[in-house]
């Protein structure tokens, strides 16, 4: 059987942290934030971690 590509969209997005947990960014920091206060942009600051369903999609997209 040939190697699974790595889909370049998820790994650019998603990171597998050493205990296997899958982490993302939150939305919604990227642009018109004129008008968000800055409580709800600090609060969208940082990685959190993926839903479990949504976790066993994302590692077969990174072939983990």
Do not use: Q
């Not at 969209?9 to 004129?34: C, D, N, P, Q």
């Not at 409580?39 to 600051?45: C, D, H, N, S």
Request: charge should be positive; charged fraction near 35%; avoid cysteine.
């Amino acid at each position: 059987m040939p190697k699974n590509k790595t889909h370049s969209g998820a790994s650019k997005r998603f990171k597998i942290t050493g205990s296997g947990k899958v982490m993302r960014e939150r939305a919604g920091k990227r642009h018109l934030l004129e008008h968000k206060s800055s409580k709800l942009t600090r609060r969208l600051t940082g990685t959190v971690e993926l839903a479990p369903g949504d976790a066993k999609k994302i590692k077969k997209l990174l072939g983990k």
